[in-house]
């Protein structure tokens, strides 16, 4: 029994680990190193099997070329995957939606190409004609399903560990003479890539 275990095992890793091919669609999860932000980040989120993911974007496909749209530095764009994956020097994850929502995607990347060039909400803040990059993901994906298809969540800035303000993120919105947006709804990359309207086939370098 134990080596049908083993088998079993290494038979599912060699799946997980064989070449993929991006498709339209596709979400790119990234841990990225943006120093303390990007800590605060990973502390109170949690991604698909514990992992922490800062940054996410939705892969688009021209002219057998490969680009991602995100929102990120100053706008919503888009970018070739090869400068993408210079954000992270750790593997991404590949999220691609489960079957019975591919029908979605057409309409979800017409939406995310209508954005380019809205700018970056630095504010974090859900609904203010501004896009952080999961944002930028939930509002396409809510577009084309006429209602919402990822969740939203309460946000929180607080040390699980203290229940205090991170002191980065009460610097941050102190710079942008605006309160903390704690308990408002949001999202993030670690709650999309937890989603079960989606499956992580694997990563990409």
């Known amino acids: 029994m134990k080596k049908l275990l083993t088998l079993l095992l290494f038979v599912s890793l060699a799946g997980f680990s064989q070449k993929l091919t991006l498709k339209s669609g596709d979400l790119l999860f990234q841990s990225m190193n943006c120093g303390p932000l990007c800590e605060a980040i990973n502390e109170v989120t949690s991604g698909y099997q514990g992992r922490d993911f800062s ?17 990120a530095g100053t706008e919503v764009k888009i970018t ?10 750790e593997k991404m994850y590949v999220g691609r939606l489960k079957r019975k929502y591919r029908a979605l995607i057409p309409e979800a990347i017409a939406f995310a190409l209508q954005q380019i060039g809205v700018p ?3 504010e974090y803040v859900y609904n203010n004609g501004k896009y952080y990059c999961s944002e930028l993901l939930y509002d396409a994906f ?12 309460p946000m929180t800035f607080k040390s699980p560990k ?3 303000f991170f002191e980065v993120w009460a610097e941050y919105y102190k710079k942008l003479h605006m309160e903390i947006p704690e308990g408002k709804p949001g999202c993030n990359p ?3 890539s937890t989603s079960a309207k989606l499956k992580i086939i694997g990563t990409v370098n």
Do not use: Q, R
């Open 120 to 122: 970056y909400d630095e």
């Open 142 to 153: 809510l577009h084309a399903n006429k209602k919402p298809f990822f969740e939203l969540f």
């Open 190 to 192: 670690g709650g999309i």
């Open 162 to 164: 203290s229940n205090e």
């Open 55 to 71: 940054h996410l974007g939705l892969v688009y496909l021209k002219n057998d070329s490969i680009y991602v749209i995100e929102a």
């Open 80 to 89: 070739p995957f090869e400068t993408f994956k210079t954000y992270t020097t």
